[in-house]
C-alpha cells in the first residue's frame, strides 16, 4: 500500500522536525510538504496535494481554522489532524465543525501523533485520552443548570464574532485583528462593537473575564 502523503503546518521549525522525526518511524506516513504559515501552507498543499495534514491552530497570518476550511474546500477527501497548545472546548469544537477528524494538544503530540494519524487516514474521529477528559470537565462546568438558561449570550455571537472576542482576550488591538483575520479595522471594530452589546459588556477586562468564565481561557 502506498505511503499517505502528509503536509505538516507549524510556524516553528524545529516543532515541525520533531513531528517528522516521529513520522519516520512509520513508512506508512510521507511528509511531502511543510509550511509555517497560512498562505505558505495553501501553495504547498497546491503543489504536493497532500492526503493528510497536521495543522497548527496558532499560525502567524491567519488561524489554522480558516486553513483547515481553505484546504478541505481545496482537497474534500483531506484527512486533517489539529494540534495546537489549546485544550479549550471551544478550540476543539470550531476544529470539528471546519471539518478536521482528530485534535491533539502539542504536549501530547510525542505521544499520540501516530496513532491520531492513522486514526484520520481511515476516517475515524481521534481526541488524545488527555483532551477528552479536559472536554468532558469543560462542558459539565459550562452546562446550565436550567433549560431557561440554555442559550446562553455566548451562543448568539456569530462564528465571525467568536473569532474576534478569542483574538481580543488574547490581547491583540483592533489593527491586529483585522491583520489577523484579513478584515478592515472598521469591520473589525463593527464585530467587536457587536459580541460585546450582545454579551453586556463594557471593556476588555470584563471579556476576558466572562472568557475565563466560560472555560474558554484559563
Known sequence: MPSKRLLIVDDHPLFREGLKAILRRDPSFEVTGEAGSYAEALRVAKACRPDLAVLDISLPDRSGIHLARELRQMLPAL????????????????????GALGYLTKDAATVSLLSGLRSVAAGLPYLDPTLSVEISRSLMA?????????????????????????????????????????????????????????????????????????????
Not at 164 to 182: C, I, Q, T
Open 79 to 98: 484527512g486533517i489532524l489539529m494540534v495546537s497548545m489549546h485544550a479549550k472546548v471551544d478550540y476543539v469544537a470550531e476544529a470539528l465543525k471546519v
Open 142 to 218: 459550562r452546562a446550565p443548570r436550567h433549560e431557561e438558561e440554555s442559550h446562553s449570550a455566548y451562543d448568539t455571537l456569530t462564528p465571525r464574532e467568536r473569532e474576534v472576542m478569542r483574538l481580543v482576550v488574547e490581547g491583540l488591538s483592533n489593527k491586529e485583528v483585522a491583520g489577523a483575520l484579513e478584515i478592515s479595522v472598521k469591520t473589525a471594530e463593527h464585530h467587536r462593537g457587536n459580541l460585546m452589546r450582545k454579551l453586556g459588556l463594557q471593556n476588555s477586562v470584563e471579556l476576558v473575564r466572562y472568557a475565563t468564565k466560560l472555560g474558554l481561557i484559563d
